[in-house]
């Protein structure tokens, strides 16, 4: 009886933990569509799903999002099948026509093109996203789509940003919404508030049928591993980095970065006029570090 009633309690429990979930993944996709304006009355949303958790939770989020919405939009799901050897091309028909929305499978067989061109054992992975693009810019131009929703994540978002400031010596992060290379179409990512872990939790409890992205046998970018290895362990031993570092990228202080493009640095010159909002709290710590960083959690100035 007793057993009875913990497998009730656990059940109940966990019920409770995905509806939370749910509220809050439909919450964070509403807040960046409309904070980025990213879908309008009218438009028709091609939402590319490749197989993976993230594209999966990005389709079944935004149907969710239409049944809600105060402006009627189209959604088409579209799949590129690339010719992966074992790529089981049945999965990604059956799951999609389970879905309320017009879907569309495009072939073409860019693996072959990238075995050809990328040497053995290099990373295959760029030139094989830039083939990817490419024809999902012509599905997007045939199927009359006004927009291209992409499946990235709040992760993924910092990780490029990370890696363009490790490996590229640049401030650039993977934007929520912009117009592509060719000038023709507007990219969105809904999912920019999510956390990747939700997307596992979702994926999990939806039994999204997930196909793996390493069917071509490519490895994956050793860099980005140890980033997102950094990023997942910094998560674990300080909760909230993650979020404020996230943050960080929407509230850019041009005046305390050294662009000299984006501030007139050359040209500036004393004001005379005091100001209050000036940033000082984190500024570098000298040699009286220690004392400065007593006195600002008192909240007062030496
Ligand atoms: S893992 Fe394979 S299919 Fe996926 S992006 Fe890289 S090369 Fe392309």
């Known amino acids: 009886m007793s057993a009875l009633l913990d497998a009730d309690k ?10 939370k979930l749910s509220k809050r993944l439909h919450r964070q996709v509403g807040q960046a569509i409309s904070d ?14 490749s197989g993976g958790k993230d594209s999966y939770a990005l ?18 799901a579209v799949n590129l099948d690339q010719k992966q050897p074992g790529f089981p091309a049945h999965v ?17 067989d860019t693996y072959s093109i990238v075995k050809r061109l990328i040497p053995e054992g290099k990373t295959m992975c760029s030139l094989c996203s830039r083939l990817r693009r490419g024809v999902l810019y012509r599905v997007a131009d045939e199927l ?7 499946g990235h994540h709040r992760d993924d978002m910092l990780q490029t940003l990370l890696m363009n400031m490790f490996f590229g010596s640049r401030m650039k992060g993977m934007p929520p919404k912009l117009v592509s290379d060719d000038g023709k179409h507007v990219v969105i990512r809904p999912l920019a508030y999510v956390a990747e872990s939700d997307l596992e939790r979702w994926a999990a409890h939806r039994k999204f049928p997930i196909i793996p992205c390493t069917l071509c046998g490519s490895q994956e970018n050793l860099q980005r591993v140890q980033v997102r290895q950094m ?3 910094w998560e674990r031993r ?5 979020d404020n570092m996230f943050s960080a990228m929407g509230n850019i202080t041009p005046s305390h970065l050294m662009d000299r493009n984006l501030y007139p640095f050359t040209t500036l010159k004393s004001t005379g006029v005091p100001d209050l909002n000036g940033d000082r709290a984190f500024d570098a ?8 960083a007593t006195s600002i959690t008192l909240g007062r100035e030496d």
């Not at 980025?36 to 799903?49: P, T």
């Not at 990604?92 to 073409?108: D, G, M, R, T, W």
């Not at 009359?144 to 992409?150: I, P, Q, R, S, W």
């Not at 710590?285 to 400065?292: I, P, Q, T």
């Open 231 to 233: 990023l997942r362990d």
């Open 10 to 19: 656990a059940a109940a429990r966990q019920a409770f933990e995905i509806n």
């Open 92 to 108: 990604l028909p059956e799951y999609l026509a389970s879905c309320e929305v017009p879907f569309h499978i495009a072939i073409q």
């Open 36 to 49: 980025f304006n990213m879908i309008e009355a009218g438009d028709k949303v091609m939402v590319c799903v």
């Open 238 to 242: 300080f909760p909230g980095r993650i």
């Open 59 to 76: 389709l079944d989020i935004l149907i969710g999002q239409r049944r809600r919405a105060p402006v009627a939009f189209d959604i088409v």
């Open 144 to 150: 009359g789509a006004t927009k291209v929703a992409l």
């Open 285 to 292: 710590d000298d040699v009286c570090g220690a004392r400065s």
